[in-house]
């Protein structure tokens, strides 16, 4: 598998989420280390569900706490999922039928059965996050931006980053991931190259501000 890696500007966080934007949830704390690692040649979902499964074998920052906008639909499969694998789960409700689902996973076998949910739900463009370590979600209230800079106060997901948090947020479509964190163990690209499974190729990218 080949990913593109970059860094992201720090202009693209704000107090204020932007729908469709970057970023569409609330994000509270220092984030001086934004990263993009995109899909550039994914053959489906399955490869990159065994990278990203990979990946966090090679980071090994557990337990992970997975955080998504999922639909009714699913609500019975990832129940008995989550049962099936003795993993803990608590469901909010987002709406008259949908979840937030906040899951902890201990081990890598356990995100192996879950991360494609996550991973599925953030290809929808519903929100799927997930951090090491520390859980950092919760759901408030927030003022977004949208197009013409019109704003609403809307439910959102919000995500408090404290000293040493990272999170990785499923970018839209789910053509890559974004790292957010303030940790030191991502304070340089090279720190980030450095936790990628083996076998992987990759290419740097430069963005603009």
């Given amino acids: 598998m080949i990913v593109d890696l970059g860094i992201f500007p720090q202009s693209y966080v ?49 337990p992970i706490y997975a955080f998504f906008e999922s639909f009714e639909s699913y609500q019975q499969e990832l129940d008995e999922k989550c049962e099936s694998h003795s993993i803990e789960s608590t469901k909010y409700n987002r709406g008259d039928i949908d979840f937030y689902y906040r899951i902890t996973l201990r081990t890598i076998e356990q ?36 197009a013409w800079n019109v704003l609403e106060e809307l439910e959102t997901p919000i995500t408090t980053l404290e000293h040493n948090t990272t999170i990785c947020w499923v970018n839209y479509d789910g053509d890559g991931m974004i790292l957010i964190s303030n940790d030191q163990k991502f304070a340089q690209l090279s720190c980030v190259i450095e936790t990628l499974p083996d076998g992987v190729e990759y290419s740097i990218i430069e963005y603009d501000e």
């Avoid at 463009?125 to 408030?140: E, P, Q, T, Y």
């Fill in 14 to 62: 704000s107090i204020k989420p932007e729908a469709g934007g970057f970023f569409p949830f609330a994000i509270d704390g220092e984030t001086p280390y934004l990263y993009d690692l995109s899909f550039v040649d994914r053959k489906d979902e399955h490869e990159v569900e065994e990278f990203v499964t990979q990946w966090m074998k090679k980071i090994n920052l557990f």
């Fill in 111 to 146: 995100f192996a059965a879950i991360f494609p949910y996550v991973y599925a739900h953030g290809s929808m463009n519903n929100f799927a996050c997930f951090s090491f370590k520390k859980d950092v979600f919760s759901i408030g209230a927030r003022e977004f931006k949208h």
